[in-house]
């Protein structure tokens, strides 16, 4: 057992390391075809390296470092997302539970949920009267409809025999609610979640690019007015990373809740 688990970690980290090097050698082909237009992996390394040397450094509004960025972009989208999360997961819950609910809410869900995050930052400005409110409401807006339909979906799903059960004890409304709803659920909401959270993620780069300010968006785009590609390759390389993370570790969760696992 111990052998398989030192043998799978062995193959995941030589396969990891394996795409890496794959990325770099495109990565380098492009610079070269390009003349060197596109800066290759080894410049901007060296640009990575002084911007991580001091990456919370603040000498000014519109000069920080690349720590307090991240770490202002994260903030909003976990904002953002929180409050989607909030609204989602009782709403989804509703429509799951009546078909009038469903028919009532689901054509508002299909009309609002295909709209750009660029199309709401006018209203969020509106509503706001800023641009980091306004941020913070796209990010809500857009990321909320992968969890409310994946909560819907899977409240609409629970197996009749569970509710027969459910009638034949005799459980109240709350107990329905936390020993069978909420845990058969509970796989689809986190599926939702994971979508959700990738959505708010790439959403928060184009915010802050027209929010301005600070975030990893606003750097991306002050970079371009500076000319530095290689900080530009550097935010994106942090951007899919962070991604990549977030993506994992609600991966996990859902792992740890399905029930073909347990």
């Given amino acids: 057992m111990k052998n398989t688990f030192v043998k799978n970690t062995i193959s995941q980290i030589a396969s990891f390391a394996a795409s890496m090097l794959l990325l770099c050698l495109i990565w380098q082909g492009i610079t070269i075809l390009t003349e060197s237009e596109i800066p290759g992996p080894i410049a901007t390394w060296q640009v990575a390296k002084e911007m991580f040397a001091e990456p919370f450094y603040d000498y000014g509004p519109n000069d920080k470092g690349i720590g307090l960025q991240l770490t202002a972009s994260l903030w909003r989208v976990f904002l953002g997302f929180g409050i989607g999360s909030l609204i989602a997961i009782?709403?989804?819950?509703?429509?799951?539970?009546?078909?009038?609910?469903?028919?009532?809410?689901?054509?508002?869900?299909?009309?609002?949920?295909?709209?750009?995050?660029?199309?709401?930052?006018?209203?969020?400005?509106?509503?706001?009267?800023?641009?980091?409110?306004?941020?913070?409401?796209?990010?809500?807006?857009?990321?909320?409809?992968?969890?409310?339909?994946n909560t819907s979906f899977g409240v609409a799903h629970i197996p009749q025999d569970h509710k027969n059960v459910s009638k034949a004890f005799?459980?109240?409304?709350?107990?329905?609610?936390?020993?069978?709803?909420?845990?058969?659920?509970?796989?689809?909401?986190?599926?939702?979640?994971?979508?959700?959270?990738?959505?708010?993620?790439?959403?928060?780069?184009?915010?802050?690019?027209?929010?301005?300010?600070?975030?990893?968006?606003?750097?991306?785009?002050?970079?371009?007015?500076?000319?530095?590609?290689?900080?530009?390759?550097?935010?994106?390389l942090i951007i899919g990373s962070v991604g990549l993370l977030l993506d994992k570790f609600f991966n996990t969760l859902k792992l740890a809740f399905a029930w073909e696992n347990k």
């Fill in 90 to 149: 009782p709403l989804g819950i509703l429509m799951g539970s009546s078909r009038f609910m469903m028919r009532l809410f689901d054509p508002i869900v299909q009309i609002l949920r295909p709209v750009s995050p660029l199309a709401w930052f006018p209203l969020g400005l509106l509503a706001f009267k800023a641009a980091a409110g306004a941020t913070i409401f796209i990010i809500t807006i857009t990321s909320l409809w992968p969890t409310l339909i």
């Fill in 170 to 236: 005799g459980f109240s409304k709350f107990k329905y609610l936390t020993k069978i709803l909420i845990p058969y659920t509970l796989p689809h909401m986190i599926t939702g979640l994971r979508l959700s959270i990738g959505i708010a993620w790439m959403v928060i780069v184009a915010g802050e690019m027209l929010s301005g300010g600070s975030g990893i968006g606003f750097f991306v785009w002050d970079s371009w007015n500076g000319l530095s590609l290689e900080k530009i390759l550097v935010a994106i």
